[in-house]
């Protein structure tokens, strides 16, 4: 017999995993009231409260979304097109745009007194611009939306097969305003959305809903509800979202640990997720490495903290003598344009070819909270060269030696996510060699920083997948608003006698 769960009791047993149990705390027992809901994260045995409130505002926002979905179908395709172009005009206009500047300044005011990273929350005009160019660039893009991409023909008939939206797309993402631009993206393929994003971003979120992406929706004469916002500052609210059966497919962005927490809700509902949590990029040095090139692409793939920023640089013994001081340069000289101190993490048995006084030299770091006294360089284990560092403002790097590419290799599948790597090299065969070995989605030959959707593919992302969890099925890394689509199969019958 099914009963509802209306309370908790300290200590209680709660089975998951099928053999494996836990037991509820006191506090979560104390807070926990008739309403509320429950999930057990059979991955980890974590305990998550949703709060009544919390979850009728993620299924309100889905509901929406869910009925938008179904009118979308009967609209035309400019309609669609309408809508990025108005939703990037108001975005350009100042006057418009004033009141979402000044959200934003105070979400920045209040992050940095609770210590909390800024360098992705700022909506500068650099960022600003880039949400009108992404908007624009699904305005101007061709509709993929009913287009036939088979046709199988038959005597008397003949079927097609057509793309078609996928329904509502669930997406959680960090305190990044520019993502808005990227999400609105599944609109193009006939999508709905609903967002969360993190809480040190949620007034400028409400303020660009407020006064541009509403008013968009309704002078396009799209439905309300297309593009949503859970108005909610708790990690409730993501847990709610995602466990929402009516998504089509849950998308979160963000650290690591919270990221696969919520793609573990999702996968309990039933709803298939992509996720982009973990980065950091490598950079590994060849036999026919150049050493000015290196210092080139290692200054150009650090200057600023984003999951392919460089993150660990591995560098062959037989040329470190010539390419360590270029990969130090590099760094020094990221540094420089930001005007700060860089840190240096080297794996242990790696420090013979670094200078002594950067392990002794304490010197200021740029963190969350300010500058904090710092030694220029530390040892790390040799086990940790995946560890992702998420600095705010001084750049920093891990650095191994090795002995071969194949050895590089090795780590890089090993240890790292699986995301960004790049061999610094002139010689092909060295190159191809390094393509056929490496398990990543995203190889080069220079900078980390060009794996953006929008920079490399013309098309804003809402996200990039690593291969932390294997390759992904039938689609890239990138996944723009274009890629979220089903295909549906439409048959044209000729002859009215066929029989099977």
Partial sequence: MIEQLTSLEPGQTIIFGGDRTTTVPPELAAAFVAGDRLIVVNDTGALLHIPAQEWETATTAVGRASEAFLQVGALNDQAITNFFDVFARRLAD????????????????????????????????????????????????????????ETVEHEGWRVEQRIAGLGVVGFVFEGRPNVFADACGVLRSGNAVVFRIGSDALGTAKAIVEHALDPALAEAGLPPGLASLVPSAAHAA??????????????????????????????QAGTSVSLHGTGGAWIITGEGADAARLTAVVSASLDRKVCNTLNTCVVLANRAEELVP?????LQDAADRLGVNGKLHVAEGSESLIPPEMFHEVVPIGRAGGDVPEPRAETIGRDQLGHEW????????????????EEAIGLFNQQSPRFVVSLISDIQVEQDRFWAGVDAPFVGDGFTRWVDGQYALNKPELGLSNWDFGRL????????????FTVRSRVIQERADLRR
Avoid: C, H, Y
């Avoid at 270029?326 to 590099?330: D, E, I, P, V």
């Fill in 238 to 267: 993501g847990w709610a979202l995602f466990s929402d059966q009516r998504l089509a497919l849950a998308v979160a962005r963000g650290s690591g640990q919270a990221v696969n927490q919520l793609g573990s809700v999702a996968r």
């Fill in 326 to 330: 270029a990969a130090l340069a590099g």
């Fill in 473 to 484: 099925f039938s689609r890239g890394g990138v996944l723009a608003g274009d890629s979220v």
């Fill in 390 to 405: 998420e600095w705010e403002t001084s750049p920093e790097v891990t650095l191994v030696i090795v002995d071969s590419v």
């Fill in 94 to 149: 100042e006057q418009i745009f004033a009141p979402i500047a000044q959200a934003n300044a105070a979400d920045v005011a209040q992050a940095k007194q609770r210590g909390r990273s800024t360098t992705r929350l700022v909506l500068s005009e650099g960022m600003r611009a880039d949400m009108i160019a992404g908007l624009e660039a699904w305005r101007d893009a061709p509709t993929t939306r009913d287009s036939v991409i």
